[in-house]
């Protein structure tokens, strides 16, 4: 298919189209209502199911009725909204049902505003709702990759019978960059064992997060733990640049990862030896690559749009072996190239004892 | 290579468009781009602005502090980005009251909105605008342009396609009019 | 000598052979059996799909013999629009409690009749939270004692019972509204009519039913099984008329 100019929440809306999404279910709320818009029309298109709910508390509970019938279902909406979706999303972690939610991160706490912002990355990538249990968290940095990453979503999903959340930010929503799409795929006939269709011929299936048995609620998570543990095996994903002779190795993710990718190469040009690793899996968090990594530099430097969140992670992953320094802006702001470029020299002035 | 270029005007002056429209034609062209506008809570009469970059390898900041172009359609842009511009300020004389005193840049005046209203639509400016710029700064020749008007015009607006054409012309010949400063 | 045998009364096939953890007394072992007869007889049973609520009948999914779930506190209407979109062919029915419907699941299902939806709402309403012991409910009658209105429902402090089927009938989306109780045999038998309509409303694509029943709470009352029984009847229909609130002309036939 030929590349076409993409706004990132139509591209993402349309991705889901394309990967056989039966049912959407969402609130308005900017940044990321064309997404809504979009399928408004395009799942009528396709006489498939879209409803505007009264609310996301709503939504999300409509999500998780839709993805019991087995079917690829999604809700999106923007970091207020997501933290109204906190509820139905611990029940569907707690039934084991594969959705996909998309959340295109606005500047918080609060109503805070509508510009780009990464303040959600705890509440997403920790557990987005009470109980133990961690999302799959892909954090897309272009337009094309938000159009892979949401095929991948409901890939994923599936496969593992997860949560899977697409953190973007407002800028990735709002931007427009030539993508290509996918084919069409089918929606799939197949009915998974464990869906809600009826007991015809087989006892009836129950899904619920509900277990008043203390041993078997225990059992219930040992299951979550043992799923999350094969997440973090598998799913890492990450792109590195500059990373063979890296000193200073900035991490970044999603907007801010590519606005620190301008930096690194500004200061590459510059002589330094600078390389940056963008973590595209927020959960699981590419720990291993990391880890490796801090064997060879010197000093970390982590870039994000919110007070230093993944920041926790990068730490965790370095394990005290080398200083890791942080660089970001809040509340809407999106750091610009020149910022981080200075930050990096900064950062890169201390290896040198200067 | 790459450039980047920032429009800035009220609502309703097309610079939205004309920055998308721009971005059309580097696709077209086999550039990388990116557009990304600014985005308020207002949907009609404030300030808007959108930013346009085009490379010849893959983009990273979509977003930069000193664009090589700046263009201001009115006198709130021209406050705004009159020190940010880093090769090339273009700006609206029709409706904007001061002038450019930077002499370490190119500063192009477009009398737009006048010229346009001579077209018969005041909408066109930003047709005269651009015509003007590409003419400076031949990042995209003018018929590339003319060619992404032709596939991307919204089809209700499709019976105004040749005046359109006829506004890039003006906003060239202008420029091959008047000296620059 | 052979005496001719006939069977007049057995499990319904839609319930499970499971002993309920409810109260002895309590009315929601008579509006299940209801449901599960009406399935039954409707021949639905292998294409239910049953949203259990949290409340007393939060192990509605155990007892039922159907496909079913659990929806967080007030959601199952979200839930069973969800299924309902998906599995158009299907029966989908939410059991709900008047603190689950009245309480903090109000706009769920007030939106879920306002948009018509194909699904039927079994609303138990016992004026009282059972499963946390007896709490005041949206639906606890002025003066009512509870464990959180000791001395008695004070309307000033807590405002008034809210009369649900009177709402939901405003709605055009709902098709099917109506109240009954189960506090003697004469209402169990209209009770059961009633399911039956709103299942029959709900088979024939016409748009949301939902039907009210006004059942018991000894023990969170503090009476015996009788006595609360004619608490429902002197104290709860006074409040919560029964009857028709809507019965769209298109569902009349059903009736």
Not at chain 1, 261 to 286: C, D, H, I, S
Not at chain 1, 291 to 300: A, P, R, V
Not at chain 3, 161 to 190: C, F, T, W
Request: net charge negative; hydrophobic share 40%.
């Amino acid at each position: 298919m030929a590349k076409e100019m993409l706004k990132g929440n139509v591209a993402i809306a349309e991705a889901a189209v394309r990967a056989g999404m039966e049912a959407y279910f969402g609130y308005p709320i900017t940044p990321q209502t064309e997404l809504l818009e979009h399928l408004s029309k395009r799942m009528v298109e396709e006489d498939r199911v879209f409803v505007q709910a009264e609310s996301e508390v709503a939504a999300i509970n409509m999500v998780y009725g839709a993805a019991c019938t087995g079917k690829r279902v999604m809700t999106s909406s923007s970091s207020p909204g997501i933290s109204l979706m906190q509820e139905g999303l611990s029940y569907i972690a707690g039934s084991y049902i594969p959705t996909v939610i998309v959340d295109v991160m606005r500047g918080g706490p609060g109503l805070g505003n509508i510009l780009p912002s990464q303040g959600d990355y705890w509440q997403v990538t920790r557990m987005a709702g009470h109980g133990d249990y961690r999302p799959i968290v892909l954090a897309p940095a272009s337009v094309q990759e938000a159009i892979d990453f949401t095929i991948l979503a409901f890939d994923l999903a599936e496969k593992y019978r997860h949560i899977v959340v697409i953190a973007a930010d407002g800028q990735i929503g709002q931007m427009m960059e030539p993508a290509e799409l996918p084919v069409m795929r089918p929606p799939s006939t197949e009915v998974p064992h464990w869906a809600l269709s009826g007991a015809k011929n087989r006892p009836p299936n129950v899904i619920l997060s509900f277990n008043l048995n203390g041993a078997d609620q225990e059992k219930v998570n040992i299951a979550i733990q043992e799923r999350i543990a094969l997440i973090k095996a598998k799913e890492q994903r990450w792109v590195e640049h500059y990373t063979e002779d890296a000193d200073l190795l900035v991490v970044g993710y999603g907007t801010t990862g590519r606005i620190a990718f301008t930096a690194v190469e500004t200061a590459r040009e510059n002589g330094l030896k600078v390389g940056l690793l963008r973590p595209q899996t927020l959960f699981p968090f590419p720990d291993d690559r990391i880890s490796e990594l801090t064997d060879n530099i010197k000093s970390c430097l982590v870039v994000e749009m919110n007070a230093g969140q993944m920041l926790d992670d990068v730490r965790l992953a370095v394990g005290g072996q080398v200083p890791v320094g942080y660089y970001g802006r809040m509340g809407g702001a999106v750091p610009m190239p020149e910022e981080i470029l200075e930050a990096v020299e900064a950062e890169y002035a201390k290896l040198q004892g200067v | 290579m790459q450039e980047q270029f920032v429009f800035s005007g009220f609502g309703g002056q097309g610079v939205m468009f004309v920055g998308q429209l721009l971005a059309y034609a580097a696709m077209d062209n086999s550039f990388e781009v990116t557009w990304i506008p600014s985005y308020g809570p207002e949907m009609r009469g404030g300030t808007a602005h959108c930013t346009v970059v085009i490379s010849d390898r893959p983009i990273g900041s979509p977003i930069v502090q000193n664009p090589k172009v700046a263009i201001a359609f009115n006198n709130p842009s021209f406050d705004k980005y009159v020190s940010v511009a880093s090769e090339l300020f273009v700006y609206n004389s029709s409706m904007v009251d001061s002038t450019c005193q930077r002499s370490d840049i190119t500063a192009l005046p477009v009398p737009a909105t006048a010229l346009a209203d001579k077209l018969g639509s005041l909408k066109l400016a930003n047709m005269v605008m651009l015509g003007a710029l590409l003419t400076v700064h031949p990042v995209l020749s003018i018929s590339a342009i003319r060619d992404a008007l032709d596939i991307h015009i919204p089809s209700h607006h499709r019976n105004l396609l040749d005046l359109n054409y006829q506004a890039l012309d003006v906003g060239m010949q202008h420029v091959m009019q008047v000296p620059l400063f | 000598m052979d005496i001719p045998m006939e069977i007049v009364y057995q499990r319904p096939e839609s319930l499970t052979d499971t002993h309920t953890h409810y109260c002895p007394g309590c009315g929601h072992g008579i509006a299940h059996r209801l449901v599960a007869e009406a399935l039954d007889e409707l021949n639905m049973r292998e294409r239910t799909i049953l949203v259990a609520p949290v409340g007393c009948s939060v192990f509605a999914y155990d007892y039922f013999n159907v496909d079913g779930c659990v929806a967080a506190h007030g959601r199952a209407p979200a839930m069973a629009t969800g299924m309902k979109r998906l599995l158009p062919d299907h029966i989908v029915l939410t059991y709900q409690g008047d603190g689950d419907l009245a309480s903090i699941g109000i706009a769920e299902i007030m939106h879920a009749a306002a948009r018509g939806e194909k699904i039927t709402t079994i609303f138990v309403n016992n004026a009282i939270y059972g499963m946390t012991g007896g709490q005041m409910a949206p639906t606890t009658l002025p003066g009512q004692k509870t464990t959180s209105s000791p001395f008695g429902r004070n309307t000033d402090i807590a405002g008034y019972p809210i009369r649900m089927s009177e709402i939901l009938a405003q709605l055009d989306g709902s098709v099917y509204v109506v109240r009954r109780s189960i506090h003697d045999v004469q209402n169990i038998r209209k009770t059961k009519k009633a399911i039956l309509t709103a299942l029959k409303v709900q088979e024939a694509g016409l748009g949301f039913s939902v039907v009210e029943i006004l059942s018991n709470c000894p023990t969170n009352w503090g009476m015996t099984a009788e006595e609360s029984l004619t608490w429902v009847e002197e104290n709860m229909v006074p409040y919560y008329p029964l009857g028709d609130f809507k019965v769209r002309d298109d569902a009349k036939e059903l009736v």
